[in-house]
């Protein structure tokens, strides 16, 4: 089936420092692979998505490019911003009527940031 | 575009009650689906749903609970006879019918079982 691997947190940087959260995925076919945020006491926000090899999708100073030889999505960003202290999600999504099987997304466990001032 | 809208956003409940939580997806949308986020943990799939037919169900999906989207716009999820194990945030999310549209979420309900 299925499955998604980030590197486990907490991880706790200093403003403007370089932020590297590694994903890696298992998945037949093509999937799709995304990143969400989740602050505090809220839903999941969707942060930037890519849905073939190579794609390198971005937002807010955020990137992440979908590698298929290394299974990989890592997602980066230069410098980070106290307010963007969250936990972050990496997931895919299976290309419909790929024959995949099924229509969820199949997140990992998550990587709690904190960004000190 | 409001968002996926979800109520109530807090639900506290005794062991052994029934409790029902509402979804609204962004109105555009055919699909919806619904996840459970334990603390720690990232979302699981329960259900599935194209406008009023429930496509698929997660194991997780256990006889207590049920998932009804009875004309193709909200959808409710009630959860019988709840059990502490069931204290969890329940998420929604909506998406177009593309075959790699995205899945936008609502901002859960979080239901604590005492």
């Known amino acids: 089936g299925n499955s998604v691997t980030q590197m486990e947190g907490p991880v706790t940087l200093s403003e403007e420092a370089f932020l590297t959260i590694n994903c890696t995925y298992t998945?037949?076919?093509?999937?799709?692979l995304f990143w969400y945020v989740q602050y505090p006491g809220e839903g999941l926000q969707l942060l930037l998505k890519?849905?073939?090899?190579?794609d390198k999708g971005s937002n807010k100073g955020f990137e992440a490019t979908y590698r298929k030889e290394t299974t990989s999505f890592h997602l980066e960003k230069g410098s980070v911003q106290v307010s963007d202290s969250a936990v972050y999600f990496c997931a895919l999504a299976p290309l419909l009527g790929s024959g995949a099987g099924s229509y969820q997304l199949t997140f990992g466990k998550g990587t709690k940031l904190s960004v000190i001032p | 575009d409001t968002g996926v809208s979800q109520d109530p956003r807090h639900k506290i409940t005794k062991r052994g009650q029934n409790v029902t939580f509402r979804c609204d997806p962004i109105s555009e949308h055919n699909r919806l689906y619904w996840y459970r986020q334990t603390l720690g943990q990232g979302p699981e799939f329960l259900t599935y749903?194209?406008?009023?037919?429930?496509?698929?169900k997660s194991r997780l999906l256990s006889d207590r609970f049920s998932a009804e989207r009875p004309k193709g716009s909200f959808s409710t999820l009630e959860i019988q006879r709840t059990e502490q194990g069931d204290s969890a945030m329940y998420l929604c999310?909506?998406?177009?019918?593309?075959?790699?549209?995205?899945?936008?979420f609502g901002p859960g309900t979080r239901l604590t079982v005492l």
């Open positions: 999310a909506s998406s177009s019918t593309g075959p790699r549209d995205t899945q936008y």
């Open positions: 998945a037949t076919g093509y999937p799709s």
């Open positions: 890519a849905t073939k090899a190579d």
């Open positions: 749903f194209q406008n009023e037919a429930q496509l698929e």
